[in-house]
């Protein structure tokens, strides 16, 4: 498969996986925590996936809440290694 993929492939992905929605050119979920504490300690976890994979969603906290954006800087492409990292955030807070 090639790095980039489709936009309907990575919606069917989207519509596929709880809580992750095509949003531009990006996939995207937003994430409840009980407190900003706890949100900051699922940031931390999911930047060390990021870093391991090199792909760097962009994330916005607020309160208890982590909004990701995951794809291209230029926000028009989702890639393969961007729906991997989506799947590997999923399964890390999995266990929460």
Do not use: C, Y
Not at 7 to 19: F, K, L, Q, V
Not at 35 to 52: G, K, L, Q
Not at 62 to 74: A, F, K, N, T
Request: net charge positive.
């Amino acid at each position: 498969m090639t790095e980039a993929a489709e936009s309907p492939s990575a919606g069917r992905w989207a519509d596929a996986h709880t809580g992750w929605k095509r949003d531009g050119g990006r996939i995207g979920k937003i994430f409840s925590f009980p407190s900003f504490r706890s949100a900051i300690v699922f940031v931390n976890r999911i930047a060390t996936i990021a870093d391991e994979m090199r792909r760097h969603p962009e994330i916005r906290i607020r309160r208890g809440e982590v909004r990701l954006r995951i794809g291209s800087p230029r926000g028009d492409e989702v890639s393969e290694g961007d729906l991997k990292l989506a799947e590997q955030i999923d399964f890390a807070t999995s266990a929460r």
